[in-house]
């Protein structure tokens, strides 16, 4: 393809640059088809040689830990930036480890991540999906785990990526939290996050850097035809699904790309730093890459915005 810059934001007090479109790596974990180890170690080249060098990483993303850590084998470090999570959900995989939350086993589970990772640190540690707020953030925690995995290095920066905004504003209280993951609520379809007061303001307020999950609703808002990338998918709300039938259309009526669309209004919103796109091939990789590097047609969001699809 030709050559295009993806643009880069700083991560909040992280000081890191990262690229708008940080490389979320279920799309090879197998979720969602089939990602062959080959082919999953050249996606992950050709996206740093694109500049999408921010990895952002999970054990409950099926096989892709160990498959990203066999493409990071001889990558110099300084050129990728790598996140991770601690599943607290309890998705288990085979690689995961059984654990209950505590502080001593969330530096268990990280150092075997690093181990499959091939690194000796993580740029950031999301704990993710707790259920509830009061055990993680209790003394012996989870957080306590990630903040004693940061003050041996292991860690370089801690936060929590989750949808409760609840749970949020109790993160952002302990003062300990430099980024943040949220997720389906700042799209063309729902936009609760960027509410006055709401968890946006809230991480701008205390410089936390910002990740937004799902800016295209599991692949509806891509332009692809709706109900096959619903099934791919496995996204099942009906309002949603018509929703993005019609911006679908819209688009197709006036030859512009819904992805271009869903991707640009979320790069609008200058408190978001990055909107991390499992990418399964290096088409999608390619067509995501020129979503963020190239300027809508004038007047094209204003226009769909004022559709109020």
């Given at each position: 393809?030709?050559t295009l810059q993806v643009p880069r934001r700083i991560w909040g007090r992280t000081g890191l640059s990262i690229p708008v479109i940080p490389f979320g790596t279920q799309g090879f974990g197998n979720h969602f088809g089939d990602v062959g180890d080959d082919a999953a170690i050249a996606l992950v080249h050709h996206a740093i040689d694109l500049g999408v060098n921010h990895f952002d990483c999970a054990r409950c993303y099926g096989?892709?830990?160990?498959?990203?850590?066999?493409?990071?084998?001889?990558?110099?470090?300084?050129?990728?930036?790598?996140?991770?999570?601690?599943?607290?959900?309890?998705?288990?995989?085979?690689?995961?480890?059984?654990?209950?939350?505590?502080?001593?086993?969330?530096?268990?589970?990280?150092?075997?991540?690093?181990?499959?990772?091939?690194?000796?640190?993580?740029?950031?540690?999301?704990?993710?999906?707790?259920?509830?707020?009061?055990?993680?953030?209790?003394?012996?925690?989870?957080?306590?785990?990630?903040?004693?995995?940061?003050?041996?290095?292991?860690?370089?920066?801690?936060?929590?990526?989750?949808?409760?905004?609840?749970?949020?504003?109790?993160?952002?209280?302990?003062?300990?939290?430099?980024?943040?993951?949220?997720?389906?609520?700042?799209?063309?379809?729902?936009?609760?996050?960027?509410?006055?007061?709401?968890?946006?303001?809230?991480?701008?307020?205390?410089?936390?850097?910002?990740?937004?999950?799902?800016?295209?609703?599991?692949?509806?808002?891509?332009?692809?035809?709706?109900?096959?990338?619903?099934?791919?998918?496995?996204?099942?709300?009906?309002?949603?699904?018509?929703?993005?039938?019609?911006?679908?259309?819209?688009?197709?009526?006036?030859?512009?790309?819904?992805?271009?669309?869903?991707?640009?209004?979320?790069?609008?919103?200058?408190?978001?730093?990055?909107?991390?796109?499992?990418?399964?091939?290096?088409?999608?990789?390619?067509?995501?890459?020129?979503?963020?590097?190239?300027?809508?047609?004038?007047?094209?969001?204003?226009?769909?915005?004022?559709?109020?699809?």
């Open positions: 393809m030709a096989d892709s830990l160990r498959k990203l850590g066999l493409a990071l084998q001889g990558v110099p470090r300084e050129r990728v930036i790598v996140s991770a999570r601690l599943c607290l959900h309890r998705v288990l995989t085979p690689l995961q480890l059984e654990h209950a939350g505590t502080a001593d086993d969330v530096v268990r589970d990280v150092e075997d991540q690093l181990k499959l990772l091939h690194i000796d640190f993580l740029d950031a540690l999301l704990l993710h999906d707790p259920s509830d707020m009061a055990p993680v953030l209790a003394k012996g925690g989870a957080l306590d785990g990630a903040l004693r995995l940061k003050d041996r290095g292991l860690v370089r920066h801690v936060g929590f990526g989750m949808r409760p905004h609840d749970f949020h504003r109790q993160a952002l209280e302990t003062g300990a939290v430099d980024v943040m993951l949220t997720f389906s609520d700042f799209n063309l379809l729902r936009r609760s996050a960027a509410e006055r007061g709401g968890i946006l303001e809230q991480a701008a307020k205390h410089g936390v850097g910002v990740l937004n999950g799902f800016s295209i609703m599991r692949g509806i808002l891509t332009g692809a035809p709706v109900a096959e990338a619903a099934e791919r998918g496995r996204w099942t709300n009906a309002e949603d699904i018509a929703r993005a039938t019609a911006m679908r259309q819209w688009a197709i009526d006036r030859e512009v790309s819904l992805l271009d669309i869903a991707l640009q209004f979320c790069l609008a919103e200058i408190r978001i730093h990055g909107n991390p796109l499992g990418n399964q091939n290096i088409a999608e990789l390619e067509q995501n890459v020129a979503a963020v590097s190239k300027p809508l047609p004038d007047g094209i969001l204003k226009e769909f915005l004022g559709a109020a699809l």
